[in-house]
């Protein structure tokens, strides 16, 4: 096989790829009613449908990194996809909401090794000069899919069976496979195997795991509930001893010492950001639910435009990320969707879907433009042997953002919401506007965030 036929055949497969697990984590929000009636979930239950894969994929994406540093990035690949393959047909033929959350989990655990790699795939077939626009291409049909997920699953649960969303799976998994092996003939392991860090995967896997699942829980239990700060405390403290580790060690898990370079620390910060703001669609579906009283099939209807734009948005940012280095597409991105996040935030008690409109638009337009160039610049500031790594690293940035937007804007629109002041004074459509609006205000500053690094933080050159 050529090489322009690797570069297409890869760029289908990890898009592919991309637009599974984000079907699946987007069209499940929008089943979830139909997944409680069918096995009588609890509202607990129901919540862990959706956080028994979130979690694994916070904690072991670091690991799978660092895996594929020591086994390579194409078995590494394979071993998740196989795993998350087989987790999907768990999940079609669960007959239990305890099957399904296991099947769930076991999805988790696939994604986050195929996900801390699948980056690294493309730099394989690609050269650096291309690299910008092939990420850009592949991160753009996983972002579309992303925000046409609700209505996907929208349509599939109304009209057929929620197991559906499970079931586009089962043909894709081989299919991408196939795709990979027929572009990566053989793994890239490095000569000198260093030792693995026992201890220090313990102490994040642990400390971690804490703190994820305190950020996922404060959610029901609120900020103030003992087991929310005892879990978030211990969580902590083994997280600092794994980072006190990790500092002392000269092969540890993750060598945090790469944060010194202005670019990587930048780069990572910004993802972490902008997955917040990413995360943030789940309550933009919602917002179209309870305060326009919008079907779940008309709301994934009217979230398009957040998704559309992003097709062509991820092309360009990713060739001008080629032609120009990651700082410009970046500043541009997070200036237009901290503009977008304002407009959802003040407009939002209007009512008002021509207003959402222009914020909607401000993310399709924005985030594509943030995210691939920032993936691009964190991979492109370290040493070959370190990719690996570095992939597991902001990848874990990344699934800690989705675990504070469910921490922090979700905490804030919750409380509001069950507010008994505000209660006394609106109905509940109105109500949910305004805790939305303080969400989105919250998300805004996530947003500005991102701004100032990437204003501050990434080289003005193309390096």
């Not at 070959?384 to 804030?412: D, K, W």
Request: proline share 4%; aromatic share 12%.
């Amino acid at each position: 096989m050529n090489t322009n036929s690797k570069k297409h055949l890869i760029l289908i497969a990890v898009s592919l790829f991309l637009c599974m697990i984000f079907i699946d984590e987007a069209s499940v929000a929008v089943t979830l009613p139909h997944i409680q009636a069918t096995f009588h979930l609890t509202s607990v239950q129901t919540q862990w449908v959706m956080n028994a894969m979130f979690l694994p994929i916070a904690v072991l994406v670091l690991f799978g990194g660092k895996l594929a540093d020591h086994i390579g990035t194409r078995r590494t690949f394979t071993i998740g996809m196989l795993v998350f393959w087989l987790a999907s047909i768990l999940c079609v033929f669960s007959n239990s909401g305890e099957m399904l959350i296991i099947g769930r989990a076991l999805q988790g655990i696939g994604i986050s090794f195929a996900l801390a790699t699948y980056a690294v795939l493309i730099l394989q077939v690609f050269p650096q000069s291309e690299s910008g626009t092939a990420l850009g291409t592949c991160a753009s049909y996983g972002a579309m899919f992303l925000a046409i997920g609700p209505l996907l699953g929208g349509a599939l649960a109304d009209y057929l069976n929620w197991r559906w969303v499970f079931a586009l799976n089962i043909p894709l998994g081989p299919v991408i496979l196939w795709m990979v092996y027929k572009c990566i003939s053989k793994d890239i392991v490095a000569k000198e195997q260093v030792p693995f860090d026992i201890q220090g995967l313990l102490l994040f896997l642990i400390g971690f795991t804490l703190i994820i699942y305190a950020l996922m829980q404060a959610v029901v239990l609120g900020w103030s509930n003992p087991m929310t700060i005892g879990l978030l405390g211990l969580g902590v403290i083994l997280f600092v001893m794994f980072i006190l580790s990790s500092l002392k060690r000269n092969f540890p898990l993750a060598n945090l010492r790469l944060f010194k370079n202005r670019t990587f620390l930048s780069g990572t910060v910004i993802l972490l950001c902008t997955q917040i703001i990413v995360m943030c669609l789940t309550y933009w579906a919602i917002w179209l639910q309870k305060s326009l009283g919008l079907s779940a099939l008309v709301a994934g209807f009217a979230l398009l435009p957040a998704g559309l734009p992003i097709l062509l948005m991820g092309k360009i940012g990713g060739k001008w990320l080629d032609k120009f280095g990651p700082r410009k597409p970046i500043l541009l991105g997070t200036v237009i969707t901290f503009i977008g996040m304002i407009i959802l935030a003040s407009t939002a008690q209007l009512h008002s879907y021509w207003f959402a409109l222009i914020g909607f638009l401000g993310y399709g337009i924005g985030a594509p433009l943030i995210i691939s160039p920032s993936i691009a610049a964190v991979l492109g500031s370290v040493k070959p042997e370190h990719i690996g790594m570095a992939s597991g690293i902001l990848n874990t940035m990344r699934q800690l953002g989705a675990a504070l937007c469910f921490a922090i804007v979700g905490v804030v629109i919750t409380n509001i919401y069950n507010s008994k002041a505000y209660v006394q004074h609106f109905h509940h459509g109105n109500l949910y506007s305004i805790a939305f609006s303080y969400g989105m205000m919250t998300a805004s500053i996530f947003a500005f965030i991102s701004l100032i690094f990437a204003w501050k933080g990434l080289p003005h050159k193309k390096t």
